[in-house]
């Protein structure tokens, strides 16, 4: 039952999560497109629905698995220490993002890495669709890495449930072109990332892009010196410089683009 019900709080957040964000950015967009949206939609949805459907037969079952086994065997550092289950899944949410941020470095620093995440920095605009734009390379390396650290933390499905749906909704908003009120920025900046800081790391320069890692928290950018925020916003061209052509970012086109030649 708690598996069913799993599934049904990820689709309605996710999709929920889609139409909340477009109808935000249709009414106080911060710039307008620079190439078609609707074509971008449809690329980056097609990209989303092939992922979830290879994701969710491969290792939707074992990520949940892993945590009931996990908690069912007092296993993981987690398991080894009496603190309240709020704590537990605060501790589970801020290491699981902290690895994700170290996760996110590597896929700027490493080539082979690279050569996934591009996919996702091809993109020439950025809106709520950017934030599904994965190749499923990526996202399978990714879950493995996922269910490893689970399994290390000893993570509740609760805790794995709360800490996936953060992450989904953050990265909804910090990449949805929305105008944001700067007070609201600048507080938010403290501990958390709003677009603006996650437009820098969309830039097409390289020395932006190499800079804003986090995905939940701000902290991990901030503490580890990759945080860059003196960037004119206004003129970040979003994208990778030797993908600037729309009509060569096509779905079929997305999936092959990490077997082809290497490029930053």
Not at 16 to 45: A, D, Q, T
Not at 123 to 137: C, E, K, P, Q, Y
Not at 148 to 170: P, R, W
Request: charged fraction near 15%; hydrophobic fraction near 50%.
């Amino acid at each position: 039952m708690f598996n069913i019900t799993e599934s049904v709080i990820r689709l309605l957040l996710f999709w929920g999560g889609i139409l909340f964000f477009l109808m935000l950015e249709l009414l106080i967009s911060y710039r307008p497109s620079s190439v078609s949206k609707v074509k971008r939609w449809i690329n980056n949805l097609a990209l989303t629905l092939f992922n979830s459907i290879i994701l969710n037969i491969l290792f939707s079952a074992a990520i949940v698995g892993t945590a009931t086994y996990a908690q069912k065997n007092q296993l993981g550092i987690l398991n080894l220490v009496e603190i309240p289950t709020w704590l537990k899944i605060l501790a589970t949410v801020a290491f699981m993002d902290f690895m994700l941020y170290v996760w996110h470095l590597l896929n700027h620093e490493m080539p082979l890495l690279w050569r996934f995440h591009r996919v996702h920095h091809s993109d020439l605009n950025m809106d709520v669709s950017s934030a599904t734009r994965f190749h499923i390379g990526e996202l399978a390396i990714s879950s493995v890495i996922k269910i490893s650290l689970i399994f290390l933390l000893g993570a509740s499905a609760l805790g794995v449930l709360i800490f996936e749906s953060a992450v989904v909704l953050c990265a909804q908003f910090h990449h949805s072109s929305l105008k944001v009120p700067g007070l609201f920025k600048t507080v938010f900046w403290i501990l958390f990332v709003p677009p603006s800081m996650h437009r820098i790391h969309h830039s097409v320069i390289i020395k932006e892009r190499n800079a804003n890692y986090g995905t939940i928290f701000s902290l991990w950018d901030r503490f580890l010196g990759t945080l860059l925020k003196d960037v004119d916003q206004a003129g970040i061209r979003i994208g990778v410089g030797a993908y600037r052509k729309p009509d060569k970012l096509n779905f079929h086109q997305l999936l092959a683009m990490p077997f082809t030649r290497p490029v930053r």
